[in-house]
């Protein structure tokens, strides 16, 4: 499997980046782990003609957790989030998230900036940035700007970044109370049949907050406002919960693929779901 | 197109230098110009882990990564971890405990199986089963490539014990 030929960039600061992207619009992509871009490359399903490889750009590959939020630089690993104890005492949700992406070889080199920026619904980390209510930074000719999680995603491989833009960084509001990444997959490797990001606070019984988002159950990650706000002011019981699945379904729209029919696939997303929030409020 | 890029790397501690077009996967790289055939191509689409070499310390699928983005790395083959006089541990168990049956999965199987126990000398079962879940054998001998892990660990901690 030989990719078709391509003239390849490894610029050494982001003004280089900016500048082949505007030389070559959308002929040029950029890669960071590449591994996603590399597999549709070798099957030719992507064509690029300029291929701009990240790796010496630098300052993309920080963690830090601050007071409020945690800041995740494009070119962090899933391995790196893994291996981060810091990070997993602030937010462990995204190391159980890591742990379920892929597998060990595709996890030190796959990055969370290529796993948001790429827009595959398959992709895990969308959703879970949905639950958490982050934002990306992208970076263009015009300057720096912030998108919600919750405002990327368009359709299938298409977001809110720009052809000239590059997504350097994710920053994410310090979570709180119990929480749940759950993922039902075929096989290692993977991707979901259904998965399901939850995040529940809960004071004196009662659940003041709730946030739910489902993986590659549409052809975006689909944050289900309604399904949070049915477990709000509720004890987390079975009717609760029973409402949270019901409001989650009216907001996913599966398709027919070799994972399963439709309906089978909503079967799942119910049963994911519901384990998600009864592991997120065992720990709330 | 005639773009070749220089690039140098190292393989199993010897400088390589050469010209190569960015297309070209590092796993052929390895097996057709250099003539390091240890790693296969087994399912080449990221699955199956029988092409994976250690790069800068990381287990890595070498169908899917360029050979120019390893400008400068160190890479490691299953060439460079012991040969048929210097067996190392992981190769010594992996042939006591039957921890192959066909081969073609052994070499990508070892190769991992060196970095998991760096990383963790005393892996369980499920962390072995967890730590190789990206290699594949199509022959299904699980049962004895765990042992063999198990036993590799046993023998380099004593190894390891004794030398202190």
Known sequence: MIPAAFEYYRPTDMAGVLSILAEHGDD???MAGGHSLIPMMKLRMADVPHLIDLQDVGGMSDITVGADSITIGAMVTQHDIIDNAELTAAAPILREAAL???????????????????????????????????????????GTREVAAREFYEAAYMTAR??????????????????????????????ATAAAAVQIVKEGGSC?????????????????????????????????????????????DPTEDNRGPVAFKKHVAGVILRRAIARARSRA | MSNKKHITLSVNGKTEEFLAEPRELLIYTL???????????????????????????????????????????EITTIEGIGG??????????????????????????????????????????EEIRFGMAGNICRCTGYQNIVKSIQAAATEMNAAKEAAE
């Open chain 1, 28 to 30: 040029a992509r950029v």
């Open chain 1, 100 to 142: 379920q992406i892929a597998d060990p070889q595709v996890r030190y080199i796959g990055t969370v900036g290529g796993n948001v920026a790429n827009g595959d619904p398959g992709n895990d980390m969308p959703g879970l940035m949905q639950c958490l209510n982050a934002s990306f930074t992208v970076v263009g000719p015009d």
């Open chain 1, 162 to 191: 720009e052809d000239d833009e590059v997504l350097t960084q994710v920053t994410i509001p310090l979570p709180a109370g119990g929480y749940a990444y759950e993922k039902q997959k075929r096989k290692i490797g993977d991707y």
């Open chain 1, 208 to 252: 003041v907050s709730a946030s739910i988002a489902m993986t590659n159950l549409s052809d975006t990650p689909v944050y289900s406002d309604a399904a949070g706000a049915a477990l709000v002011g509720t004890a987390v019981d079975d009717a609760a919960i029973n409402a949270a699945i019901a409001a989650m379904l009216g907001d996913i």
């Open chain 2, 31 to 73: 097996r057709e110009r250099l003539n390091i055939t240890g790693p296969h191509i087994g399912c080449e689409t990221s699955h199956c882990g029988a092409c994976t070499v250690t790069i800068d310390g990381k287990s890595v699928k070498s169908c899917t990564m360029f050979a120019v983005q390893a400008e400068g790395a």
């Open chain 2, 84 to 125: 048929p006089d210097d067996l190392h541990p992981l190769q010594e168990a992996f042939k006591e405990h039957h921890g192959l049956q066909c081969g073609y999965c052994t070499p990508g199987m070892i190769t991992r199986a060196t970095k998991l126990l760096e990383e963790n000398p005393n892996p369980t079962e």
